[in-house]
């Protein structure tokens, strides 16, 4: 069998303190990647919108390419500075509540408003809610058995994430995005996403949108083999802006987290 490059990657950052010289390193361009493009529209991109969601101005913003992944673009943390509480505080809140679904509904039964932390409060212990909390979809919801989404399972998506995943879409030249489906993954310091391939969605042509919110970790893409990797190291608040290609069924994924935790000190409010 053909030597899996990509899983002695992944194993090889998923250690603590793992050595990320070879990663991919934005600020220094190569022959091989990565690229700075401009693609943001100033006539479209409006400053207002951008502050309202929480964005510094978009003529700040930088967008890389990947010449040996085509397809996938990456925007380093183009928040303005504390805002992202906002936005995590919405996630582990707000988007765990019914209708939504979460990893939780197995835990804890959940009448009247569907909020699941007054059932939980806690230390943070491994017995608490709080540390169970892995996933929850929002939109379409996503059956982890079958892989699939259906038509007569999906509650509204929430409109302030569909409004910030439109506008950054829009700025790295998707116009016309709707949300229509998101999965919420939630990682503990010691966490990994194993690589995977992605085979659930019907429509190749739409862009995936992923934001990365909290400690930093390395994002680790294939191609059409397990050969080696690309590792691009992700700090708090990047988005991973793809088109078809990447998220083909030949591609692989996966989030390492072996990387020393960084405190947060900066909020805002929005």
């Not at 207002?48 to 930088?62: C, F, I, S, Y």
Request: charged share 20%; aromatic share 10%.
């Amino acid at each position: 069998p053909a030597e899996d490059l990509f899983k002695e990657t992944f194993k090889r950052y998923k250690k603590k303190n793992a050595d990320l010289s070879d990663t991919i390193d934005l600020s220094r361009p190569t022959p091989v990647g990565p690229e700075l493009i401009r693609l943001q529209d100033p006539v479209i991109s409006s400053t207002d919108e951008a502050a309202r969601l929480g964005l510094v101005p978009t003529d700040q913003w930088k967008i890389y390419s990947l010449p040996t992944t085509p397809g996938l673009l990456v925007i380093p943390n183009p928040f303005r500075e504390g805002c992202q509480h906002y936005w995590v505080r919405k996630c582990l809140v707000d988007y765990p509540c019914l209708p939504n679904v979460c990893n939780l509904d197995t835990h804890v039964g959940r009448e009247g408003t569907g909020q699941v932390w007054p059932h939980g409060r806690g230390e943070g212990r491994e017995e608490d809610l709080l540390y169970k909390l892995r996933w929850t979809t929002l939109g379409y919801h996503y059956d982890w058995n079958t892989k699939q989404y259906y038509e007569d399972r999906k509650s509204p998506f929430p409109l302030d994430l569909a409004q910030l995943s439109s506008f950054i879409l829009r700025v790295a030249g998707f116009p016309g995005f709707l949300a229509e489906a998101g999965i919420v993954n939630y990682y503990h310091l010691d966490s990994t996403l194993s690589g995977h391939t992605d085979h659930s969605e019907r429509d190749l042509s739409h862009p995936l949108l992923s934001i990365s919110f909290g400690q930093s970790a390395v994002f680790l893409v294939g191609g059409e083999t397990k050969g080696l990797p690309a590792g691009i190291p992700r700090s708090p608040q990047d988005h991973l802006p793809t088109s078809h290609h990447p998220c083909s069924p030949s591609s692989s994924q996966s989030l390492s987290t072996g990387l020393p935790a960084q405190p947060w000190r900066h909020f805002a409010t929005m």
